[in-house]
C-alpha cells in the first residue's frame, strides 16, 4: 500500500472480527457507520485511507477533492444538452412534428447530471456511500439507455431499407427480446453496484459476485454493438421484389436535414388527412423515414423539391456514437475483469480514461445528435388520427370511388413532375395495421 496503516490495521482486524470476519473490501457501509458510533462524527483521515484502498477497484477510481471541479464542469455540460434537446423538442412540438425520442435524450443527460453531481458531493466527503453508489449507478444506467434508443434507430433505418421484413411480427418480437435482455442487465448492473458496498459478504459470495460483475460488463459491450449488427444486416441483404412493390409512407414534407432547418408548420396534420381520400393500398403503407433514394414506392410520389436527402450521414451518426459508447463500456469491462484492490489498481481506472468516455465522448455523442439533427433523420410519420383509420377500417374492400379518382390529381400522375413508378402494389391485409404496430 501506499501508505503505512499499522497504527490503523489492528483496529479494522477488530471491526472485521466483530462482524463474522467478512471478505475485505465489503460492507464498507456499515464499517462507517460502526466507525462513527465508535468514533464520533469525525473519522480520522488515515482510517478513511485504508478502508478506501482496500475497496475493489473502480472505473474512475474513487473521487477525491481535486475530482470536485471535472465533475462540476460536466454536470454544467450535460445540463445544458438536456436544454438543448428540450428546446428542438418544443419547437418541432408546437409545428405538429412530434418526434417522442427527443425524451430519451433529455432523460439521459438528466441522469448524466445527477451522476456527476452526485460525484462531486462523493469527492467531498468519500464516507457518503450511498451517494456514491447511487452517482456510479445513474452514470453507468445512462450509458445503457443511450445504446437502447440508438438500437431503435437503427431499427428504423433497417424498416426503412427493408420495409417488408421491418414491419413483421417476426421483426418486432426479435426486437422486444432485446428490449427485455436491456431490463434485465440494467437489474443485474444495479444490484452489482450496490449490493457489496451496503452488506458483508463471504469471500465466496464475494468471489460470486466479480463473477457476476463481469458478465454484466460484458453483456453491456454486446449490448453496444447490436445497433451495428442491425444496420449490417439491413445492408448486408438488398431489398427484395416484395419491398420494392410496396408502399411506403414518408414523411415527405421533410425538406432537408440541416441544423437550423424546422418543418413547415401542421405539416405531418395535412399530409395525415389526406389519407381521407386515397386508394387501400395507399392506407396500408408502412411508415418509415425520410429520404429521396430508396426502393420501393411512396405513398406520396418522388419529387425533386427537397435536394438530396440520402442517409449516410445517418449510418455514420450511428457508427460514430456507438463507437464512442463502446470505448467505455469496453474500459469499464477491463477494469471489472482485473478485480484488484484500490491500492493495486491499473491505469484503467484513472479518472482521466474515466472523464475521456464517459464525459468527453458522451458529450461528443450530444453534439451528434443535435448537429446531425436525429430528429428529421429518423422520425416516422405519426400514426394516422383516429377519424381517418376509421374511414380506412370501413372503406379497405370499397372499390375506388369518385373520391378516390381525385386522389391522382393531388399526388400528380405525371411522370415528368413525380419520377415515379408505383409498380404492383401488395395486396391489402400483407402489413399489420398502425393498430397493432408498436410504436417507437
Known amino acids: 500500500m501506499a501508505q503505512n496503516y499499522t497504527a490503523v490495521h489492528g483496529l479494522m482486524q477488530l471491526l472485521y472480527a466483530c462482524n463474522n470476519q467478512p471478505a475485505e473490501g465489503t460492507g464498507i457501509q456499515i464499517l462507517v457507520d460502526q466507525a462513527h ?12 485511507d485504508y478502508t478506501n484502498d482496500v475497496q475493489i477497484n473502480l472505473f474512475g477510481d474513487y473521487p477525491a477533492e481535486k475530482d470536485v471541479i471535472p465533475s462540476a464542469i460536466f454536470a454544467a455540460v450535460f445540463g445544458l444538452f438536456m436544454f438543448a434537446h428540450l428546446f428542438v423538442f418544443l419547437v418541432n412540438l408546437s409545428r405538429g412534428h412530434h418526434f417522442w425520442l427527443s425524451f430519451a435524450w433529455i432523460f439521459y ?60 411480427k417476426l421483426f418486432w418480437n426479435t426486437m422486444f427480446v432485446f428490449y427485455g435482455f436491456v431490463a434485465g442487465i440494467v437489474i443485474m448492473t444495479i444490484l ?186 429518423f422520425y416516422r410519420p405519426d400514426r394516422l388520427p383516429k377519424k381517418v383509420r376509421a374511414i380506412i377500417t370501413a372503406q379497405q374492400s370499397v372499390d375506388v370511388s369518385d373520391i378516390e379518382d381525385s386522389d391522382d390529381e393531388y399526388i400528380g400522375s405525371s411522370d415528368s413532375e413525380t419520377n415515379v413508378n408505383y409498380g404492383t402494389p401488395e395486396k391489402p391485409g400483407l402489413h399489420d395495421d398502425d393498430d397493432s404496430e408498436f410504436r417507437f
Open 109 to 168: 443527460n438528466f441522469m448524466k447530471v445527477i451522476g456527476w453531481i452526485f460525484r462531486v458531493i462523493w469527492a467531498k466527503d468519500i464516507t457518503k456511500v450511498r451517494i456514491g453508489i447511487s452517482g456510479s449507478v445513474f452514470l453507468i444506467m445512462s450509458t445503457i439507455i443511450l445504446v437502447s434508443f440508438n438500437l431503435i434507430l437503427a431499427q428504423r433505418i433497417f424498416t426503412w431499407r427493408h420495409p417488408v421484413g421491418g414491419s413483421r
Open 192 to 377: 452489482a453496484s450496490a449490493v457489496p458496498y451496503l452488506y458483508f459478504l463471504s469471500d465466496r459470495v464475494f468471489k460470486q459476485w466479480v463473477t457476476c460483475v463481469k458478465a454484466s460488463s460484458i453483456l453491456i459491450v454486446l449490448y453496444c454493438l447490436t445497433s451495428l449488427s442491425l444496420i449490417g444486416l439491413a445492408y448486408m441483404f438488398k431489398p427484395t421484389r416484395k419491398d420494392e412493390n410496396l408502399y411506403t409512407y414518408q414523411p415527405w414534407w421533410i425538406k432537408s436535414f440541416s441544423p437550423t432547418y424546422y418543418v413547415e408548420h401542421g405539416a405531418a396534420e395535412r399530409a395525415a388527412e389526406t389519407f381521407m381520400k386515397r386508394t387501400s393500398n395507399h392506407r396500408h403503407a408502412v411508415r418509415v423515414i425520410a429520404a429521396t433514394h430508396h426502393h420501393h414506392n411512396m405513398v406520396e410520389g418522388l419529387t425533386n423539391e427537397r435536394g438530396d436527402l440520402k442517409h449516410n450521414g445517418s449510418l455514420a451518426i450511428l457508427t460514430l456514437t456507438t463507437i464512442f459508447i463502446l470505448v467505455g463500456a469496453i474500459g469499464r469491462s477491463i477494469a471489472v475483469f482485473q478485480a484488484k484492490p484500490r491500492y493495486a489498481q491499473s491505469q484503467v481506472c484513472n479518472p482521466i480514461f474515466m472523464y475521456i468516455c464517459w464525459g468527453f465522448l458522451e458529450a461528443m455523442v450530444n453534439v451528434l445528435y443535435l448537429v446531425g439533427r436525429v430528429d428529421l433523420r
Open 37 to 48: 458510533n465508535l468514533l464520533g462524527t469525525q473519522i480520522p483521515k488515515v482510517m478513511i
